[in-house]
């Protein structure tokens, strides 16, 4: 799909979205009972769902089952402990290293991969999402949208031009020496279009720490990775392009925003510490024998993940896989790897067709963790690309009967048995991924792998819905609807097949009208569509 962002109309867009911004930073504008009532909850999840579709069809999502899983354990739990614990979240990586992360309509926010790979820690990681999650929950984000939508802008191409600049200014995904020109003036306005005055951002801080808190999570956290991102200005301050990380263009930090942090948090702690008692066990204004949990009995504590999903990241938004072992080479000459590292190397090895070297470094780890799905998975699948396919197959039947419904599980065990490519093998693909499907029609990677399932397995229709279904999550809506059009002319459909596509049919229009309405169009489709999108 061509999205066209003439640098002339985006330039103004930005620039007229944002007209009010100096006003705004004085004093917030009175939400009262309008906020949302230029834009409803589902027209902002339809703009939510847009930008991510548009994202993946520019190459930046990163879409892998086992670290979506574990950023959407960590955003979910967060969002439980919000004060709109009902507001739908969709958390999702983006494959740069620049330091950045950005929240959208409809409760969609994005983290880049250079900003987990900059975190010490789980903790860190979870403030600046609690920071994220606090800009929608308290509508910072539809207000800037609603001002838009009432001057008649084009919100969706504005923050696609926004976005595209910013992951575009630096880092790995850089280097498109024909947008450069486009580039240089979007990125003097991307701070105005996707980031929030000093009043939102104190807001966000604030109330992200006590979310943090409320979570488990350390309220430090917030601060501490602040000073993090000073440290990475002060690293860089030699290289003018990649001073300042893009977090802290959309965020600008100041030595009293640290400290505003740090202040805020020391006093949350302090204030749900237990009281001190004569016999140093209960509060004393209670029975002996009763108990009231403590702050500290309450914490959760990380994950345990963050350092598996650390190093998959690594190697996952490396350029290469040689690209990734080089990278452990160099840890490796300065000292001894971890397991999580090893794990790593491994699985570049593994991405790089090594499969010898991947499964010698995971054998041991997998048996020295045996209920590590990280290491288990990866071992699975060296063993099976390893030509050991009896032992990959006895793995993930052991995993699966405990775990039949585990996303990433079922997914990569499907993915292995359709790359034999046999009708036998797609059919048990197509058993391992039905307790998925129903699940969640707007998962891309279960699209993909079950439409070459039913491919293989003998079902073309069932594979060319699933197919039309995966252009539309990968921003190709227009492709999906002459897919699903070239389908229903099919003489072997039956009642029911003809049904669901009339139904995909209808509801994936209303997309692509929007999108042309936008001024986004998909010009490989040209006159194909028909009366679908006239």
């Given at each position: 799909m061509t999205v066209r962002l003439p640098a002339a109309a985006l330039l103004f867009a930005l620039t007229a979205s944002t007209g009010l911004a100096t006003a705004q930073e004085r004093s917030l504008p009175d939400i009262g009972s309008s906020a949302g009532s230029v834009l409803s909850p589902a027209k902002q999840a339809e703009y939510g769902a847009m930008v991510l579709a548009q994202l993946r069809h520019e190459g930046y999502v990163l879409d892998d089952p086992l670290l979506d899983g574990w950023l959407n354990d960590v955003g979910q739990r967060l969002v439980a402990a919000s004060d709109r614990p009902q507001q739908p979240f969709t958390f999702f990586l983006l494959r740069d290293r620049q330091i950045n992360a950005f929240a959208?309509?409809?409760?969609?926010?994005?983290?880049?991969?250079?900003?987990?790979?900059?975190?010490?820690?789980?903790?860190?990681?979870?403030?600046?999402?609690a920071h994220e999650i606090s800009h929608v929950t308290q509508q910072h984000v539809l207000r800037g949208a609603e001002k838009a939508q009432r001057e008649s802008l084009p919100i969706l191409l504005a923050t696609l031009g926004a976005i595209v600049a910013a992951q575009k200014a630096g880092g790995t995904s850089s280097g498109d020496a024909s947008s450069a020109a486009l580039i240089t003036g979007m990125g003097l306005l991307q701070q105005r279009q996707i980031d929030y005055t000093r009043d939102n951002e104190s807001e966000a801080d604030r109330i992200g720490i006590r979310l943090l808190a409320n979570a488990g999570y350390d309220p430090e956290a917030m601060a501490d990775?602040?000073?993090?991102?000073?440290?990475?200005?002060?690293?860089?301050?030699?290289?003018?392009?990649?001073?300042?990380?893009?977090y802290l263009q959309t965020h600008p930090l100041t030595l009293a925003r640290i400290s505003e942090a740090r202040q805020r948090a020391d006093k949350l702690v302090a204030s749900r510490l237990p009281l001190p008692t004569a016999s140093g066990g209960g509060n004393p204004l209670l029975p002996a024998n009763l108990q009231l949990a403590s702050a500290s009995h309450q914490a959760r504590g990380d994950t345990g993940d963050f350092p598996w999903a650390q190093e998959r990241l690594r190697v996952l938004s490396a350029l290469t896989p040689a690209q990734a072992i080089r990278e452990y080479r160099q840890m490796q000459a300065k000292q001894a790897l971890s397991e999580p590292q090893r794990y790593g190397l491994a699985l570049a090895h593994l991405l790089a067709g090594q499969n010898g070297e991947a499964l010698q470094a995971l054998a041991?780890?997998?048996?020295?963790?045996?209920?590590?799905?990280?290491?288990?998975?990866?071992?699975?699948?060296?063993?099976?690309?390893?030509?050991?396919?009896?032992?990959?197959?006895?793995?993930?039947?052991?995993?699966?009967?405990?775990?039949?419904?585990?996303?990433?599980?079922?997914?990569?065990?499907?993915?292995?048995?359709?790359?034999?490519?046999?009708?036998?093998?797609?059919?048990?693909?197509?058993?391992v991924l039905r307790p998925l499907l129903g699940t969640s029609n707007a998962d891309l990677p279960l699209q993909q792998i079950y439409a070459r399932a039913n491919e293989i397995a003998g079902d073309p229709v069932?594979?060319?819905?699933?197919?039309?279904?995966?252009?539309?999550?990968?921003?190709?809506?227009?492709?999906?609807?002459?897919?699903?059009?070239?389908?229903?002319?099919?003489?072997?459909?039956?009642?029911?097949?003809?049904a669901r596509i009339d139904a995909r049919i209808a509801a994936i229009t209303p997309t692509v009208l929007e999108l042309r309405r936008q001024g986004i169009r998909d010009e490989a489709v040209g006159g194909r569509l028909g009366l679908y999108a006239r």
């Open positions: 959208t309509l409809g409760g969609y926010v994005a983290v880049n991969s250079g900003l987990v790979l900059a975190a010490a820690r789980e903790d860190e990681l979870a403030g600046v999402l990775f602040f000073q993090t991102l000073q440290g990475v200005v002060r690293l860089n301050q030699g290289d003018e392009r990649s001073a300042l990380p893009g041991p780890l997998a048996q020295a963790h045996p209920g590590n799905l990280w290491l288990q998975i990866a071992a699975g699948q060296a063993e099976a690309r390893s030509g050991r396919i009896a032992e990959a197959d006895r793995r993930f039947d052991a995993l699966l009967a405990q775990m039949p419904t585990h996303r990433a599980l079922v997914l990569a065990y499907a993915r292995l048995l359709t790359e034999r490519g046999t009708r036998e093998a797609g059919q048990r693909a197509v058993t069932r594979a060319g819905e699933a197919w039309a279904e995966a252009a539309y999550l990968s921003g190709r809506p227009e492709q999906a609807l002459v897919q699903l059009d070239n389908l229903k002319k099919r003489g072997d459909l039956d009642y029911y097949a003809r």
